[in-house]
């Protein structure tokens, strides 16, 4: 069936795939549709959760992340989030069963870079990768002190690029306590880490 003429595309009975109605798919169909989520959203759901907890663990929290949005696609409200964000806070959830892990990573990556720092002669090429670790193990620090909610109001900004719109879909708060969040957080990290650029990684306001 087509469009009028200067009318948008007539979409499925899925939606379009920001936000599709799930609840509607025939089992031929949402097959197909989550392969399409895999492929746009499993990738950087990965990196971004590998950057946490390493690739191991976020291996098996995306496939557990797609294992249950399959499960609970009857639950999914395309007027309320994005599918980005409802992947991404099923993700969190999950990720809260490996906190610990995420806590031993940054504490050991300070632990290794303070170490691997002293004594050292910082000259030419051997410096400037002793810095760059250093500026590592100083964040990793820095992250390990942070509480949960600003934690990840400050790393889905950073590492997986939601906007505060997003965010707050994920953690279930208000856009405006998101911005808040952010900012004091940034404000205290620069405090923490004036020569790391996190806090500046992507074009939020503050």
Not at 67 to 81: G, I, K, Q
Not at 113 to 133: C, F, K, L, N, P
Not at 159 to 182: K, M
Request: aromatic share 6%; hydrophobic share 40%; charged share 25%.
């Amino acid at each position: 069936m087509t469009s009028p003429a200067g009318a948008s595309p007539v979409q499925s009975d899925a939606g379009d795939l920001d936000r599709p109605n799930l609840a509607a798919l025939t089992d031929t169909a949402l097959t197909e549709r989550f392969g399409r989520l895999f492929a746009e959203h499993g990738p950087g759901l990965q990196r971004y959760l590998a950057r946490r907890v390493g690739a191991a663990t976020a291996e098996d929290i995306v496939a557990e992340t797609f294992l249950a949005a399959l499960r609970r696609r009857a639950s999914y409200d395309p007027d309320r989030a994005g599918i980005r964000a409802w992947l991404y806070g099923i993700a969190g959830n999950l990720l809260k069963q490996h906190e610990r892990t995420e806590m031993r990573r940054f504490r050991a990556t300070a632990r290794l870079a303070a170490g691997g720092t002293s004594g050292i002669d910082h000259a030419d090429a051997v410096g400037e990768r002793v810095d760059a670790a250093y500026q590592v193990g100083q964040l990793a620090a820095a992250l390990s002190q942070l509480s949960p909610g600003d934690r990840d109001v400050l790393l889905l900004t950073s590492w997986a690029g939601l906007d505060a719109t997003e965010i707050g879909q994920v953690l279930r708060i208000p856009s405006g306590t998101v911005r808040s969040r952010l900012h004091r957080t940034r404000r205290w990290l620069r405090r923490q880490c004036p020569t790391t650029t996190l806090h500046d990684e992507d074009g939020t306001d503050d």
